[in-house]
């Protein structure tokens, strides 16, 4: 316990002096205890006294009052790693962390090689390691803090996460400071902090695979560094320095260019070998927003040159098309023969799948963006006029609208009897199947992508830049997960894992039950069309024009492929095939 | 009927990307349409018969629960707390079952360990009332302003001061289960356990303890058998009151429907058997007494550490 404070030496009366003052407050009320306690901490100051080194700041004074005891040392301008690490938004270069790890490797060395006895540091970790304004590093915060704390049954000894096994069994060695330099790397270089990870699971999040651009020889270094056994670690922090200075690059040779990319790097050849194959693709007249569907061989899709088109889904060939008077930007839904899809000609139109000619249409007063549910013989779809329709399927007759307040874009769900949308104005409804409210839960902006549900949780993201988890009986938020920017895509679900897009232009994946973040991929532009897995690859579109083919588990890149102009929608996967449009006006069909 | 649904989804992704989704429906509505009724629903309006269903539960669902502890036969004062609450409002057509059980179990020398568990689960149990409870029962029935695992992670930090501040030197586990409706969330920090037991007698721990040995043994360094008589079987790497600020572990579980959530600390889960607890449940005639027996059989294999035990039974 106790507090640094910053502080002004005032035996220099015509100078600004600033020293740090340390305060370490004893606990302990035995005064036998107390004093042998300060005992130990004046002893320890005197060894630290006697440390010459540019990274160990300098002790001017130390002295005991009552309970608390002071440290007068070197005030150092600058920052410590912890919070250089959480100020920076991407990782530190390589080169950077190597030539404060060569830094670090001095000190220890220069600590190990102390006489009669090595000093031990004991405490390595971001947040004892400063970085002054010359950007070199100071060790601060020596184990004489912890002389003040006394082992409580030994319920927890040594800093969680950077400490090596032995630690735990209460020996330090030379080689535990070399093991916690190594977690402190492999915290610097995967911005995976080690506290927040169970201990010794630093081989679960290999380095490169979270951090592609750190070299294959560091990553070695680092895992010799720590390993679980002292046997196996590199011998000596000396030893560690000249590994390390054997990773670096030969001088004056230009940086890998892997360095200053963000992205994944792909061998050219993987490219070319796994990259999408186009099938087929067919033109319309105007932008596809929307999203096709597949059904029996054909696949449906509405294109803003105000057509619903049918095509082979196996060679794209043209079927039929039918005109509405606005464009088309949802996915339809097919139901015993019919096809069912709204319009921003305001009409949800019915349409007879083999012959495509028309069932029914059914009229509300704002343009339809919502995608229609087919549920209990009905047609539940959302309009821009602010309400909730229900349409009896055989004969487009309402059977109730309900009043939602704003445009409905989202595309309602239905579970347990119960209706699950969001609208315009952030709102997300629970009605019952007569239209009455069960409950309303209030985003801070607009719920347009639409909502999966499972194990009773309902997932949707919202304009508000959330990614909510709703308990579907009550409305609760169970958990929030903030994206970069809003979201209008629509998430999906394999195992326990969420994908979502969003117009910080990132694919996300979140673990559903905890809500942490697995990976997440950055394309070139927004994302607002939706995720979807087939197999063991996720599929997405996003407004740089490509659609993206990842690993589902790891979010790596397997190809990417390009059309010709933003790709807003979401693909269609069917057999072996993906569908997908672009605002280039082309339906493109990829076998996969 | 799954043949509907499936067509209902035009066999297009949608079922491919959501399949416990599409999964959940089929078989609900599967049995709605055994129980209640088997005509097909053609023309509108809807009439009210047709959407609402009558479940065979009892109603309203609620949670029942017991609880027990002992300071053991080798301890002379207790260490560990725990709390319960289980509440039910039932009107109209609002009705979420509430319950927030809670265990901690304390360490440190002096009076520490136990001023620290009974600190935490103060601070804890306070803070989900005023956070979520209140809101919850008030007459405006307000939402929460925060998630549900935003209140329970800030409860642990919340306790995690409190203990800094009130028991400075002392440390506790914290494990609270927090059941709104059917979903069950879960905080922790430390060994104490939480058990998901079902009603065909399987039980699984839905903790990860933070003890030292049992990271030892994950790794395979150590056995299962030498865990349980490691020197340092009790030495966690993560608890409240002790080391730097930290994330608990918090996640949302399926409730087991129709079973048990079972939670403890050491004094019960390292001395008798998962066999054991299930054959105690089983044999039993009430929670209760269930519970009792639970902290009996720890007592009667030695009772080396304080026990503390809370038995829920879940609604179906």
Not at chain 1, 119 to 127: A, L, T, Y
Not at chain 1, 176 to 182: I, R
Not at chain 1, 467 to 476: N, P, R
Not at chain 1, 530 to 536: A, W
Request: one cysteine or more.
């Amino acid at each position: 316990m106790g507090a640094v404070y910053r502080a002004r030496d005032l035996h220099f009366p015509n100078v600004v002096k600033r020293v740090a003052v340390k305060e370490m407050i004893s606990q302990v009320r035995d005064p036998a205890m107390r004093e042998t306690l300060v005992r130990n901490f004046e002893r320890e100051a005197n060894i630290l006294a006697t440390l010459e080194h540019p990274s160990i700041p300098r002790i001017y004074d130390y002295f005991t009052q009552n309970e608390r005891s002071y440290l007068i040392e070197e005030f150092i301008e600058g920052k410590d790693l912890e919070a250089l690490l959480s100020e920076s938004p991407g990782f530190f270069l390589e080169a950077q962390v190597v030539q404060w790890a060569l830094e670090l490797c001095d000190v220890l060395g220069f600590l190990h090689d102390h006489k009669p006895e090595p000093i031990i540091f004991r405490d390595m970790k971001p947040s004892n390691i400063m970085i002054n304004n010359y950007d070199h590093v100071m060790l601060i915060d020596f184990g004489i803090a912890k002389t003040f704390q006394t082992g409580q049954k030994g319920t927890m000894i040594g800093t969680e996460g950077y400490s090596p096994p032995e630690q735990y069994k209460g020996e330090a060695s030379p080689l535990s400071d070399v093991f916690a330099l190594g977690a402190t790397m492999h915290h610097l270089l995967t911005r995976r902090d080690p506290r927040l990870e169970a201990p010794f699971s630093f081989n679960e999040r290999p380095i490169r695979h979270i951090n592609p651009n750190v070299s294959i020889e560091l990553e070695a270094v680092i895992n010799t560094a720590i390993q679980y056994n002292p046997a196996n670690r590199v011998p000596s922090a000396l030893a560690m320095k000249e590994a390390l200075v054997n990773t670096a690059q030969p001088p004056g040779a230009p940086p890998q260019p892997s360095q200053v990319t963000d992205m994944p790097k792909i061998k050219e050849a993987d490219t070319a070998s796994e990259t999408g194959k186009l099938a087929w693709k067919f033109e319309c007249e105007d932008e596809i927003r929307g999203t096709p569907v597949c059904n029996n061989g054909i696949l449906f899709v509405g294109s803003y040159d105000y057509n619903l088109y049918a095509l082979e889904a196996a060679s794209g060939q043209f079927m039929w098309k039918y005109a509405t008077d606005g464009g088309i930007v949802s996915r339809p839904s097919i139901h015993e023969g019919t096809i069912y899809f709204g319009s921003e000609d305001r009409r949800l139109h019915a349409i007879i799948q083999r012959s495509g000619k028309l069932s029914w249409t059914y009229y509300t007063d704002g343009p339809i963006r919502s995608s229609p549910l087919i549920a209990e013989n009905h047609i539940f779809i959302g309009s821009d006029d602010g309400f909730m329709h229900a349409v009896n399927s055989m004969t487009g007759r309402r059977s109730w609208k309900t009043d939602v307040g704003s445009p409905v874009r989202s595309t309602p769900i239905i579970f347990n009897d119960f209706l699950f949308f969001g609208t315009e104005a952030g709102d997300f409804y629970c009605l019952d199947l007569r239209g009455q409210v069960k409950w309303r839960f209030k985003a801070k902006r607009a719920v347009t992508g639409s909502a999966i549900i499972t194990q009773d949780i309902l997932f949707f993201g919202s304009v508000d830049a959330t990614f909510y988890a709703l308990d579907i009986k009550s409305g609760f938020v169970i958990w929030r997960f903030r994206l970069g920017k809003a979201s209008i895509s629509t998430p999906c679900l394999v195992e326990n894992f969420l994908f979502t897009g969003a117009i910080d232009n990132v694919i996300y994946c979140i673990e559903k039950n905890s809500a942490k973040e697995v990976w997440r991929f950055s394309t070139e532009h927004q994302v607002t069309g939706s995720p979807v897995i087939q197999k063991d690859s996720l599929y997405c579109g996003s407004v740089d024009g490509y659609l993206y083919c990842l690993e589902y588990r790891t979010g790596r890149l397997r190809w990417k492929f390009k059309t010709e102009g933003p790709i807003t929608g979401s693909p269609t996967a069917c057999d072996d095939n993906i569908f997908f449009g672009s605002t280039d006006h082309r339906v493109y069909a990829l076998s996969i | 009927m799954k043949g509907f649904f499936k067509k209902l989804f035009g066999g297009t992704s949608a079922e491919k990307t959501i399949p416990t989704e599409i999964e959940s429906l089929g078989t609900k509505a599967k049995k709605a349409s055994e129980g209640v009724e088997t005509e097909p629903i053609v023309t509108a309006p809807l009439s009210s018969e047709v959407f609402v269903r009558t479940e065979n539960a009892y109603y309203p669902p609620q949670f029942t629960f017991g609880c027990a502890q002992s300071n053991g036969k080798q301890r002379d004062h207790n260490e560990d707390a725990l709390f319960s609450l289980s509440t039910i409002l039932a009107s109209d057509n609002t009705n979420i079952p509430f319950g927030l059980f809670i265990v901690a179990d304390g360490m440190g020398g002096h009076q520490h360990g136990e001023v620290a568990s009974s600190v935490a689960i103060r601070a804890m149990a306070s803070h989900v009332i005023r956070k979520l409870f209140v809101p919850m029962y008030s007459t405006n029935r307000e939402t929460p302003d925060e998630s549900l695992q935003e209140i329970l992670q800030n409860g642990v930090l919340e306790a995690h001061q409190d203990i800094l501040k009130e028991a400075a030197g002392g440390g506790t586990t914290l494990t609270t289960a927090l059941i709104v409706g059917s979903q069950l969330m879960i905080s922790h920090v430390g060994d104490s356990r939480a058990y998901a037991i079902y009603p065909d007698g399987r039980i699984h721990v839905i903790t990860r303890d933070h003890s030292l040995v049992k990271r030892l043994e994950e790794l395979g360094q150590i056995t299962s058998s030498e865990a349980a008589t490691h020197p340092q079987r009790n030495v966690l790497y993560r608890a409240l009151g002790q080391g730097e600020p930290f994330e608990p572990d918090v996640s949302t579980y399926p409730l087991p429907h129709n079973g048990h959530l079972l939670l403890c600390s050491d004094g019960l889960w390292g001395v008798i058997s998962e066999n054991d607890i299930i054959e105690i449940i089983r044999s039993s005639t009430n929670l209760q007494d269930a519970c009792h027996q639970m902290v009996e059989a720890a007592n009667k294999a030695g009772g080396p550490d304080n026990i503390t035990v809370i038995l829920v039974r879940t609604p179906e």
